[in-house]
Every structure is written in C-alpha cells, then in structure tokens.
C-alpha cells in the first residue's frame, strides 16, 4: 500500500524503491515483509544496490515484528 497526496493512477512500486535506494533516500521507506528469509533476502539486495555498497538505516519488518512494535 503506498499512502500520498497525489492523484496518481499507476504506480510503479519496483522503481520508486529502486530510486529511493539509489539516492539514498532510505529512510523515507517502511518496507514490510511477510518472513524473515525475506528481509534477509531484501536487506541483502538493498545494500548491494546502495551507493558506496553501504546503507546506515533500513526500515524493514516483518509482519509479526511489526505488529508487535505497534502493540507496543
């Protein structure tokens, strides 16, 4: 689910991530995921497409941790 103010029709999700990572925007994204192998997949896949090949910051949960956080 993407939240904005704009009126847009289309939304491509794959490259407004890839531009967030590449201008090391990172922290402007909370990305949840269903499993940890899948954050450990996507923190990997981040890191390499980061600039320098490093990233200070990633919001990535999982559902449960997450939800956990906001119960909290």
């Known amino acids: 689910m993407i ?7 289309s939304i491509d999700l794959d490259f407004i991530i890839y531009e967030k990572i590449k201008s090391g925007l990172l922290k402007e994204l909370l990305l949840i995921v269903p499993t940890n192998r899948k954050v450990r997949h996507f923190k990997r896949e981040i890191v390499s497409l980061s600039p320098n090949g490093t990233s200070h910051k990633i919001n990535l949960e999982t559902i449960g941790t997450y939800s956990t956080n906001l119960f909290f």
């Open 3 to 9: 939240l904005t103010k704009c009126k847009t029709k």
